[in-house]
């Protein structure tokens, strides 16, 4: 899955993003968020930089993840913030603000593969999954899966630590789980 989003050409890259982000626009609890949680992307992955400019541009809060320790912490983001590369090489907030976990109204996740339920195979260093089971989300964080069609498998082992997503949002459509 990592190999094809890399072989993508920068037409259907962009093409994906645009999609994604016109899909994520029309949902009800984009509007009313507050605060989202971004990524910002790398190794093939659904860019959702546009949907960051409009959801800055409409005077929403606007974070990014930065690895703190095995967790992540999302710090703000804002037009002109610098930012650092982490030992990753994916560029990260420094000396802005953090905002708790449990106040973000979306958390958008990258993914390396999904299933229909809305399962999550990430990068397999676990920061997400570690860092919402360690600290207390609202039921009604949404947290979202940001895939190409392409990613989607029949089904993916489920481990207990694993932490569910409400949906997946794809090029082509958006996955709802059925047991959140």
Known sequence: MRQH????SRAKQAH?????CLRTMRTRWWHAAKRIAFYWPADGEVSLLPLLRESLRRGKQCYLPAIENKYLAFHEFRRGHTLKRNRYGI?????????AVNQ???IFMPLVAFDAQCNRLGMGAGFYDRTLA?????RNTMRIGIAHEFQKVAHLPIDPWDVPLHAVITDSR???ASKI
């Open 104 to 106: 973000l109204d979306v």
């Open 91 to 99: 560029p990260e907030p420094w000396k802005t603000p953090a905002c």
């Open 5 to 8: 989003r890399r072989t993508l």
């Open 174 to 176: 958006t996955y709802f």
């Open 134 to 138: 360690a600290r207390t989300i609202r």
């Open 16 to 20: 994906s993003a645009q999609q994604v």
